[in-house]
């Protein structure tokens, strides 16, 4: 792969000086690289879309839900919230094992075949003969994906595109480094559904597009914009692979920024799962996710309060 200087850059894509090394402290040219002082681009990298040009859409989603329908998950939140602080042991045991279901879960959506406990005894440090390197990765990298989230949400991060970016990152890693962290740079089609993903030199711009309607999501109640997040990242599918699972993590990042627990999505579900996405992203229809992801956070809510 070749590269170009900053100078170099500022005449192929006639912006300032200034604003390109913005925007690589920013992390949104792909593929550069610092090198001491001084940064090696990409000469095939695409010019980021200006988001001071860009405007939200005037998102209208169709969520036909009561207006009390969240009544029961807030109730038992503010119960949980009353408990806090939760134990230290008995929270990092809740962490462990919601963890771990999460990462057996979220990999068994996409086809990984390791059971439950060759997930644990895999996060343990130990190889399960007959399971291939991929698998092995996939359970690894979901667990230090997860973790990065806590990071995330200690540090009280926002929701962008960098870190949608890490997070994909930790997902492919030593799996497919080359599109770790990189948007697709060709055009894809979801196994099974309905819908479409855009063309592949749309993303910069829906992506920053993306990260703008998430911003004005915040007449929504939180499960409804975390839902919502999460659907409208895999209806763009940025990525070649890992928009699902990437995609779940991202959900569960905003839900925790936001004081609710992660939900888990069980592979069992993933028909009526993969219905209530296609539904949305074919009619704008958010109602069957959002319910879906309703009843998993009442569900986990109900498993901390047992242990309290």
């Given at each position: ?18 604003r ?16 001491g ?7 095939d ?44 042991e ?52 979901h ?37 770790a ?12 559904a ?13 992506m ?29 599918h940025?990525?070649v ?45 958010y ?22």
């Open positions: 792969m070749g590269f170009m200087t900053t100078k170099e850059a500022v005449e192929k894509w006639n912006i300032s000086e200034r390109i090394r913005q925007l690589l402290q920013d992390g949104r040219i792909e593929g550069a690289v610092k090198v002082n001084s940064w090696n681009i990409p000469i990298a695409d010019k980021p879309v200006d988001k001071r040009i860009i405007k939200p859409d005037d998102n209208k989603f169709i969520i036909d839900l009561d207006d009390n329908y969240f009544d029961e998950v807030d109730s038992l939140k503010k119960e949980l919230d009353r408990k806090r602080p939760i134990p230290k008995t929270l990092k045991s809740l962490k462990e094992s919601i963890n771990l279901e999460w990462t057996y879960n979220s990999n068994g959506i996409e086809g990984n075949t390791l059971t439950l406990r060759e997930t644990q005894v895999v996060l343990e440090g130990i190889t399960v003969g007959g399971k291939s390197i991929k698998e092995h990765l996939e359970a690894i990298n667990e230090k994906a997860i973790l990065y989230l806590d990071d995330l949400v200690k540090d009280k991060n926002p929701i962008t595109e960098w870190n949608i970016k890490n997070i994909h990152q930790l997902i492919l890693k030593d799996i497919d480094n080359e599109n962290g990189r948007y697709r740079k060709e055009n894809v089609t979801i196994k099974g309905t819908h479409i993903p855009p063309d592949y030199l749309k993303l910069p711009e829906l920053e597009k993306l990260i703008l309607n998430y911003n004005t999501w915040n007449e929504y109640h939180p499960i409804i914009k975390a839902a919502l997040l999460h659907g409208e990242l895999v209806k763009i940025p990525f692979d890992g928009n699902g699972r990437t995609s779940r993590l991202l959900m569960n990042l905003d839900l925790m920024n936001s004081g609710y627990n992660p939900v888990i999505i069980k592979k069992e579900l993933r028909l009526k799962y993969y219905e209530a996405l296609d539904k949305a992203h074919t009619t704008g229809n109602t069957d996710f959002v319910k879906l992801v309703t009843k998993l956070e009442v569900e986990m809510l109900k498993k901390y309060l047992e242990l309290l």
